[in-house]
């Protein structure tokens, strides 16, 4: 409220005019001093109550000559100022009358003026769109905007209540099954007199059909998937056919078509069920040369419990746990699992690796949106938990990530009592918490973080307003860039070099869309790179050794956790060209509470889904083979091998690897160990290494001088030929 007196006593010795003078034209009535009392018109239909007296006193307000009126408590002043000020909005237009009791205290005039910043400097909420149509039972994202404020959070509903739909927390509304006109409400945190209101007519309008890709080259006898999507009627059906009939090949009832043995150009249709006059169409090209490599996925593999939270141990074992059943360990050299029952209910934690190689897992579940404050650490050693000293209040979606210095950052989550947790803590290295008292702020929950330089820490998402954190001392915030698209909600993120970042997917809608930014550089800013060959919410993306960086998971539809326009197919982006290759298909829809992980053989684990937002349990993984493992006929690639390395490096070492394939290698990585989690790899990092050849059989490596963008911690030491062929990791610790 401080800073609000303030601006409004600069307006006021900006323009006397509008703080209005002689407008207080009351008697004295006993208990209240109505001299103390004034009323101001501001602008558009908002007014302002001054109350100069000692105490708090309660006024009524009426719009002359209509039915408009309310009740307002105005507060004592307070102690740095003169009076305290209360705003108000009319709905009708006129004299506004205040009053106590049946004496009238002052009226003035709605004179019309539109609001501006210069004349109202305060708190506003707008929500786009603020008109819209959408299908019986259809979702729209709606988004607020809120100025005149730091706390930009706003909390939604709707004006008709149940009957008029829903509103969730982001903002996503989902349309009753009838007909109508309704009301959604985005109400302003910090000032919640401010509000903004969208209007939503609910009807069956005209069918959109979109089919994805738009067009596809494919092999003679080779195969793709299409997808259809949707828009304007529930019912989301499409009949696929091929225009030239049986000489143009074959799509089955999924939208997997199956080229002809001829080549040529031919057009796959998707047709609405809903309105058959509605449709889509792709253009299939038939070429004799075999499609580029899109790497392969190996069977389902059915796991224990679903694996929501993943962990890849310097042992090469994964950590995972689920909100059902308890914590496992997955041997991959034995395909074993053994339970390791977990001290509290860790779905819905942070998940990050320590410099000792140990997992700690801050938060936790008390049920949905509650959250424990529990810290608990897994020693794969002995493989066994152990709880630490707890933070200072819970975290239910919650990121942890390590920082330079070991320190384990904390931010965002829900508490035990409902309320979004503010303040950023960290766990210093002798295992103490500290809160980052100076960094309070309403974080949104699994916010994306990750090292940068200097020792700070960048948030990229998932809303637009990327932010540095300083987290020495108290801690601090300091506003970055802002991303070109919108709130990427479910989006992912990674950083794939050193600085660089890219952020790609989320929404409602999915978007398609990804960005890029370089924190090296003088002024980082965000642009957007190539998009994606699909929409995509509640993927994750996967940096792999050689830089290139695979997105797995999510759905095209809209929602919050639309399974039925899920994308099967992999994506890998290429740094170099910023373009994106479409890869194969995997058999599992992995959509909400799906994970991949980076496995030492460079291949990646991608798995779980469900457990939540209505979705199907999928206790069960996938493993992919990239593209990177394969010769250009198919043939799996002969890797090369590392057949000595040292198992800790120290920050700035020159250390050597030994290798029958020296001569060849092309590039030396180290690739930290991954924490994956709701779309995003908080541990996750790939750092290039400077070496040179040592000998025919032996390369001479440098380790960067600074853990600014490498943590210590466990790492996948890779060799890679000049094909980007990597080797197998040598597991080692940094730092
Ligand atoms: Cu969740």
């Known amino acids: 409220m401080g800073s609000r007196g303030t601006v409004w006593v600069a307006l006021c010795a900006a323009s006397l005019a509008a703080c209005g003078q002689g407008a207080s034209t009351g008697q004295r009535q006993p208990g209240i001093d109505v001299s103390k009392i004034s009323l101001t018109y501001v602008c558009e239909n908002r007014f302002s109550a001054q109350n100069s007296s000692p105490g708090a006193v309660t006024v009524s307000w009426k719009v002359e000559n209509s039915g408009d009126q309310g009740t307002l408590d105005l507060p004592a ?10 705003f108000f909005s009319t709905r009708a237009i006129g004299t506004v009358v205040l009053s106590a009791g049946s004496t009238r205290i002052a009226s003035v005039a709605n004179q019309q003026t539109p609001c501006t ?9 707008a929500v786009t769109p603020a008109t819209a149509s959408v299908a019986p039972s259809g979702t729209i994202q709606l988004s607020a905007q809120v100025t005149g404020d730091a706390d930009t959070a706003v909390f939604w509903s709707v004006q008709e209540r149940n009957s008029g739909g829903s509103v969730d927390a982001t903002g996503v509304y989902t349309a009753p099954p009838t007909t109508g006109t309704f009301h959604v409400i985005a109400t302003s ?15 069956a309008g005209a069918v959109q059909v979109v089919v994805r890709p738009a067009a596809v080259t494919v092999a003679v006898n080779g195969t793709r998937r299409l997808s259809a999507q949707v828009t304007g009627n529930p019912d989301t059906a499409v009949l696929w056919s091929v225009s030239e009939g049986n000489p143009g090949g074959a799509v089955d009832p999924t939208g997997l078509y199956t080229a002809p043995a001829t080549v040529g150009t031919f057009h796959v249709v998707a047709t609405s069920h809903a309105d058959p006059t509605r449709s889509a169409t792709a253009t299939m090209t038939v070429q004799m040369t075999a499609p580029p490599l899109l790497g392969q996925w190996d069977p389902v593999e059915t796991w224990p419990v679903v694996p929501i ?65 529990d810290v608990n650490v897994f020693d794969p050693v ?36 409902h309320l979004l947790n503010q303040i950023p803590e960290v766990r210093n290295p002798d295992g103490t918490w500290r809160e980052l008292t100076g960094a309070e702020f309403p974080v949104p929950w699994y916010p994306k973080l990750f090292p940068a330089p200097g020792g700070r820490v960048f948030m990229a998402g998932s809303d637009r307003h990327s932010k540095f954190l300083d987290p020495t001392g108290v801690g601090q915030w300091i506003d970055g860039p802002t991303t070109n698209f919108a709130n990427r909600d479910y989006g992912t993120a990674v950083m794939y070099a050193p600085g660089k970042l890219m952020i790609a997917g989320g929404a409602i809608p999915p978007t398609d869309t990804a960005e890029v930014i370089n924190l090296n550089d003088a002024s980082p800013a965000w642009r957007f790179t190539g998009s994606m060959n699909h929409l995509r919410r509640h993927l994750t993306g996967t940096v792999l050794p050689d830089g290139k960086v695979l997105i797995t998971g999510g759905t095209s539809g809209p929602g919050f956790n639309n399974e039925t326009q899920a994308v099967f197919s992999a994506e890998l982006w290429d740094p170099a060209t910023e373009k994106w290759t479409e890869l194969s298909s995997m058999t599992i829809l992995r959509v909400y509470h799906s994970i991949a992980l980076l496995m030492p053989d460079g291949r990646v684990l991608v798995g779980g889904g469900g457990e939540g937002a209505n979705g199907t349990d999928e206790p069960n993984i996938e493993m992919f083979s990239p593209p990177y493992l394969f010769n250009s006929d198919g043939s799996l690639a002969v890797r090369p091998t590392i057949a000595q390395a040292p198992d800790s490096l120290a920050y700035g070492a020159s250390f050597q690897v030994s290798s029958p394939d020296a001569s060849g290698i092309a590039a030396v990585v180290l690739m930290r160990n991954g924490a994956v989690t709701h779309t995003f790899n908080s541990s996750e990092l790939r750092v290039p290494l400077q070496f040179s050849a040592s000998g025919s059989n032996s390369l001479q490596v440098t380790v960067p001088a600074l853990p600014d963008l490498a943590p210590p911690g466990p790492y996948m030491l890779f060799i890679l030929n000049a094909r980007g062929v990597p080797s197998v990791a040598h597991m080692l610790h940094l730092g």
Not at 117 to 125: D, G, I, M, R
Not at 189 to 203: C, E, K, N, Q
Not at 383 to 411: E, F, H, K, Q
């Open 189 to 203: 945190h910090a000032d919640p007199s401010r509000s903004a209101t969208a209007t939503l007519t609910v009807r």
């Open 309 to 373: 939270h993943a962990v890849l141990m310097e042992d090469g074992r994964v950590l995972n746990w689920s909100r059902l059943g308890e914590a496992t360990v997955w041997d991959p050299t034995s395909n074993t699992f053994t339970t390791v029952k977990a001290p509290s209910w860790e779905f819905c934690s942070g998940n990050a690796i320590l410099p000792n190689g140990q997992v700690i897992v801050p938060g936790g579940h008390i049920q949905d949106e509650y959250g424990l404050p």
């Open 382 to 417: 002995t493989s066994t938990w152990s709880t630490a000293p707890p933070m200072a209040a819970g975290r239910w979606y919650p990121t942890a990530m390590t920082m330079a210095d070991g320190s384990i950052l904390v931010v965002s989550g829900n508490t035990a009592d």
């Open 77 to 86: 002043p307070p102690s740095n100022q003169a009076f305290s000020e209360t």
């Open 117 to 125: 910043t210069q004349n109202f400097p305060l708190v506003q909420v």
